[in-house]
């Protein structure tokens, strides 16, 4: 039986807990009061098993009790993390702040099989180097998490004594189980009525493309998982989210079944596009926590676009705000909406936790130099945050000649079209304005240091009339031009 934590019939849980701790000693500030205060901003959404979960869970978590290991799973389907793993990783950093130690446990081994849950057909096979990469690739970005929580997150928490954190990765055990010896362990201590009543199992059978074995097989493998960690570490809790319930349900059967001891599972909601779709690598709208893949000026601008009414659920869920500094921001915003200061806090909160404080500033910047027109801002960006605003732009490499015009420079880099065809044939010159086949050129003439700036827009448009065009792309360029000297050539990268 699961119960929804977020719901009425779960406030003798979250109630419970927060009247039997209110006066004794705190591990931590943090743990006074875990289960509920996450149940109040929303994070926490099921707990398995129900009955055992409101009797026997605030009673492990209840400061004077020793520590617990709570674990969640990150398969490598991937070299990176996405905002849609970010909520996982906020539930272990709760649980780290209330004193508990965690495991962010890689899936190397499982990343393999692939995971049926919610998935309408099998996932590619991943080789076994590949795989090995893209663990290396998640281990990395967890470590950043933690780190940057650590160093930028601690002192707001008034230096309490957190949990410890574990990297591990599945394949370190999976990958040297003999397959006699695992069927015999664990497969007997399974039952295939259980797991073909799964959802995710009954919605493949179902399926025209069926379901293979080895996805069959995922359950056993993560309720495994949960096995060695509760025999190597005592890892009594597993987090995931809201679609992993069937697979924790497994690892709690198998738990139990072995061991005899209470086990539990606690999951949190699954984070979703504006249609509804759920955010990730396979639905093919992942945000990535990996400057590679995602820049901070990109992560910081999914965040500052999300519409009022997700924000405030948000700040619930993606930082340590304060519930009433929330509460409060929201009030102001309903008062001075044009600011966007929820959704600019928001921003800057995930920004800082994913890229740290280097990652955020170079996110303000790219925005004041992208939405602001602020000099000073594009002056300061560095070749990798114009690398990453632009990275899907054309990229050349050009010597630049004395005496050379931006727009000589960019008719040489072939930044303008030969032929009229698609673009407007027309000329219009004022004193800073000039439109040439849609090409649009703003120059900032400000010398400092010998530092040109000048910022360029390539509009392209579907109408054949000025008066009558649709903008629906500008691309801003923005070219750092060393000025040259008599006799000189500089080379020049240009977008």
Not at 2 to 24: D, E, F, M, Y
Not at 290 to 319: A, I, M
Not at 423 to 437: H, I, K, Q
Request: with cysteine.
């Amino acid at each position: 039986m699961v119960v929804r934590v977020g719901c009425r019939r779960a406030a003798g849980l979250c109630g419970g807990l927060s009247r039997r701790i209110h006066h004794q000693p705190q591990r931590a500030p943090a743990a006074k009061g875990l289960l509920a205060a996450q149940c109040e901003r929303g994070l926490f959404q099921e707990v398995f098993p129900a009955q055992r979960a409101e009797e026997g869970l605030p009673a492990l978590l209840e400061p004077g009790q020793p520590p617990q290991t709570v674990y969640c799973g990150f398969d490598a389907t991937a070299d990176s993390l996405h905002v849609g793993h970010l909520l996982t990783v906020m539930g272990l950093l709760h649980f780290q702040r209330a004193g508990h130690n965690v495991i962010a446990l890689v899936g190397g081994a499982t990343a393999r099989l692939g995971d049926p849950s919610g998935r309408a057909k099998e996932r590619e096979p991943l080789s076994e180097e590949l795989a090995r990469e893209h663990a290396l690739g998640l281990r990395e970005g967890l470590r950043r998490l933690f780190d940057n929580h650590r160093q930028l997150f601690w002192p707001a928490a008034g230096g309490a004594r957190w949990g410890e954190v574990m990297l591990q990765d599945n394949a370190w055990w999976l990958g040297r189980e003999p397959v006699v010896g695992f069927l015999c362990r664990v497969g007997g201590r399974l039952r295939m009525g259980t797991l073909l009543s799964r959802q995710s199992c009954q919605a493949r059978l179902r399926s025209a493309e069926g379901m293979s074995l080895a996805e069959f097989l995922y359950p056993a493998l993560q309720a495994y998982d949960f096995l060695h960690l509760h025999r190597h570490h005592g890892c009594r809790i597993q987090l995931g989210g809201a679609d992993q319930m069937g697979n924790i349900m497994s690892g709690y059967e198998l738990v139990t079944k072995v061991t005899g001891e209470d086990v539990f599972g606690i999951t949190v909601p699954l984070i979703t596009s504006t249609t509804g779709d759920k955010l990730g690598k396979s639905a093919g709208n992942a945000v990535w926590l990996n400057r590679d893949k995602t820049s901070p000026f990109e992560l910081y601008q999914f965040f500052v676009r999300q519409p009022d009414s997700t924000v405030e659920r948000y700040l619930k869920l993606f930082t340590f705000l304060p519930l009433p500094e929330i509460e409060h921001m929201m009030e102001m915003h309903a008062k001075e909406p044009e600011k966007w200061g929820p959704q600019k806090r928001l921003a800057a909160e995930v920004t800082k936790l994913v890229h740290g404080k280097e990652g955020l500033e170079s996110a303000k910047r790219c925005t004041k130099a992208l939405y602001y027109s602020n000099v000073e801002a594009l002056e300061a960006m560095s070749d990798q945050e114009l690398q990453e605003l632009f990275r899907e732009a054309p990229f050349a490499e050009l010597l630049l000649e004395p005496g050379m015009s931006v727009l000589d420079l960019c008719r040489k880099a072939n930044a303008i079209p030969d032929g009229p065809s698609g673009y407007v044939p027309f000329v219009f010159f004022n004193t800073s304005l000039l439109y040439e086949l849609h090409l649009y050129i703003s120059r900032n003439s400000l010398l400092t240091e010998g530092l040109l700036c000048s910022v360029l827009s390539y509009i392209k448009t579907t109408s054949s009339h000025p008066s009558e065009k649709s903008i629906s792309e500008v691309l801003m360029i923005c070219l750092p031009i060393l000025q040259t000297q008599v006799g000189e050539k500089h080379r020049c990268r240009t977008h």
